[in-house]
């Protein structure tokens, strides 16, 4: 390989707030942020369900917005502030949204629920949302073949007044 590409492939550096913590990592220019969380930073929490925007499981939170982890590349988070399922709670205590998933018995195999919580997260951000419909539309973008789709909503709905009031950017509703 010639230094010219050497110097191609060389990784870039870019700098992320993550989860509350400063990180400063090297990736490829066509390193997804998805394949970043997982394959370097060893978050395994974010899912890969199709890797083509379809499914969902990948939702995380940039800047309390959510967005799909495998259709943006890593080196366009630089300076941004992400929020995965794995920040959401504070120490032993979970996340409202978490702890009405549980409630609600809101999962099955799990695969779906990172991205579901996040997605749910992000639109309690959006502050556009309240009704059952409402939340069936706006949480479309995450499919679950389990099928927990009404108790995904009814844990939904029962957050959503409370982080309405309050929101904040990917953390905790209060
Ligand atoms: S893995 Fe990203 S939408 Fe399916
Ligand atoms: S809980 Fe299994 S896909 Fe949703």
Redesign the pocket.
């Known amino acids: 390989m010639s230094a010219t590409n050497e110097q191609a492939f060389a990784g870039h550096s870019i700098a992320l707030t993550l989860n509350g913590q400063t990180r400063q990592v090297d990736v490829q220019p066509w390193t997804t942020l998805l394949d970043l969380l997982r394959e370097q930073l060893d978050l395994f929490g974010t899912k890969k369900g199709c890797d083509h925007g379809q499914c969902g499981a990948c939702t995380v939170l940039r800047d309390g917005k959510r967005i799909n982890a495998c259709l943006t590349l890593a080196i366009m988070c630089d300076g941004a502030e992400l929020t995965t399922i794995e920040g959401l709670a504070e120490g032993d205590t979970l996340h409202p949204m978490q702890q009405a998933f549980i409630k609600h018995d809101a999962?099955?195999?799990?695969?779906?629920?990172p991205g579901?919580i996040c997605s749910a997260v992000g639109l309690a951000n959006e502050g556009r949302a309240s009704t059952d419909d409402e939340v069936k539309e706006l949480m479309s973008g995450n499919l679950?073949?389990?099928g927990?789709y009404s108790n995904i909503r009814a844990a939904v709905v029962e957050v959503l007044p409370s982080m309405n009031a309050a929101p904040d950017q990917g953390g905790r509703g209060q």
Do not use: H, S
């Open positions: 999962f099955q195999c799990g695969y779906c629920t579901q679950c073949r389990c927990a």
